[in-house]
């Protein structure tokens, strides 16, 4: 039910702020337009947000029998989750990192790069998938794709209006029934993205916490998750991923992107240090 709000939650966020930018560009009729793009948009966000992520990261689907048997590790562990086996896909990528995206748990897929299987042993790469296979049973990845979605549509339409500032802003209609200026489209253009990560940040950070405790009950062990945090967190940091982009960083398990102290505050990672204490904290079953 709390994640079923969510998902109304931002799908409203997200009519709204295209019907806001549509105003600004064409008074009523942008609205009427805008309000077309957030129905257009929300229906891709639902039906095909999963699998725009996984191009976007030139991810390729694993069949059984490949890739150190990841798919058969994954297979496994979803049959002890009670859950269906969820796609398996590699993404051709050296920095080490795995996220998990889909509406539901019929329609999932776990992505990890390659980099994850170089750097992790079995018992830590096990600890990492059940992880992932968390937000998929717990339906965390549909808010996960709606909250990309949504910050890669406002960004885009920041960039839009940048430039309409520079060239100028859109002409102004009637009086009571306006465009935005040059000035308004500057300031919304810096205003977006301040928005999307605000959006991102929503993506409680309560469920990387949740899905940590629940991962380490999975795989029976919560040091194997604590070493294969401590090792992603170190090694991304010198080598950070060169798919995707920051819009897409939340669905990871760690934050794949270099970022500043103050884009930290927006994160919705809790930092590792806390994440690790509290795994150490678990007892192992």
Not at 211 to 220: F, M, T, V
Request: charged share 15%; net charge neutral; aromatic share 8%.
């Amino acid at each position: 039910m709390r994640n079923n709000l969510k998902t109304l939650m931002f799908l409203a966020l997200l009519s709204g702020a295209l019907m806001a930018f549509g105003y600004l560009f064409g008074g009523s009729q942008g609205m009427v337009a805008g309000f077309a793009a957030a129905l257009m948009t929300n229906f891709i966000s639902y039906w095909f947000s999963d699998r725009i992520v996984l191009s976007m990261h030139n991810a390729q689907e694993v069949q059984a029998g490949d890739a150190r048997g990841l798919y058969e590790m994954v297979e496994r562990l979803a049959h002890r989750a009670h859950i269906p086996t969820p796609r398996v896909y590699l993404i051709p990528d050296h920095s080490p990192n795995a996220f998990a995206t889909g509406r539901n748990p019929h329609h999932a897929a776990i992505a990890v790069t390659q980099g994850l299987l170089s750097v992790l042993n079995y018992q830590e790469l096990e600890a990492v998938l059940a992880h992932e296979l968390s937000h998929v049973k717990h339906r965390d990845t549909l808010i996960s794709c709606i909250a990309a979605t949504m910050a890669a549509t406002v960004l885009l339409f920041a960039n839009i209006a940048r430039w309409a500032s520079i060239f100028g802003g859109i002409q102004r209609r009637a009086e009571n029934d306006r465009g935005a200026g040059a000035l308004e489209l500057l300031v919304m253009s810096i205003v977006a993205p301040v928005a999307a990560a605000l959006i991102q940040f929503a993506v409680s950070r309560a469920r990387e916490y949740e899905a940590d405790s629940r991962g380490a009950s999975l795989c029976g062990n919560p040091e194997w998750l604590a070493n294969a945090l401590r090792k992603i967190e170190n090694i991304s940091a010198g080598l950070p991923l060169t798919s995707g982009g920051p819009a897409t960083a939340h669905l990871y398990i760690v934050n794949p992107f270099s970022s500043s102290a103050l884009l930290n505050l927006f994160s919705t990672h809790p930092p590792i240090e806390e994440r690790i204490a509290r795994l150490l904290e678990i007892r192992p079953e």
